[in-house]
């Protein structure tokens, strides 16, 4: 009877543990992932944006043009942009560089090639870390000898 005792007990003390890699290792691993794999998201979105903005641009021929511009805490004014061939594009850590439309036609391809590898290499770690916590729960539930889902 102490024996049983005494294996309830480490079996308890192994799901716990096992309980705990789950939900302050794993779980916050692929929360993270999530949130990084969600910024990639955006930041393809923005660039395939500005990358229709500028086809429109070419195809309509627009050299000069007025616009509303957010200045802050959502105060707007007009601007008058009198050349459109040139603008200046965030490529990272507060930085702009002045691009023709080609040139930042070509950036942004290769931006948008390298976004999508990853997206890719952040969909495999999430389905990595889900994988990982189906693992661990089914060795909870084989510990408590519980019948599989």
Not at 12 to 29: A, G, I, N, S
Not at 72 to 84: C, F, I, L, N, R
Request: hydrophobic share 45%; with cysteine; charged share 30%.
């Amino acid at each position: 009877m102490a024996m049983a005792a005494v294996e309830a007990r480490l079996r308890q003390e192994k799901v716990k543990k096992f309980e705990d890699f789950v939900d302050r290792r794993l779980k916050p691993d692929l929360l993270n992932a999530i949130a990084q794999r969600d910024t990639l998201f955006h930041q393809q979105k923005t660039f395939l944006d500005l990358k229709m903005n500028i086809e429109n641009l070419e195809k309509n021929g627009v050299t000069s043009m007025r616009s509303m511009v957010n200045l802050g805490s959502e105060v707007y004014m007009q601007a008058e942009v009198p050349d459109t061939r040139h603008i200046f594009v965030d490529i990272g850590l507060g930085f702009h560089v002045e691009f023709t439309w080609q040139e930042a036609l070509q950036f942004i391809s290769v931006r948008e090639a390298r976004l999508a590898r990853q997206i890719d290499e952040y969909t495999h770690l999430i389905a990595s870390i889900k994988a990982q916590i189906k693992l661990v729960c089914e060795g909870i539930r084989e510990l408590l000898q519980l019948p599989p889902e």
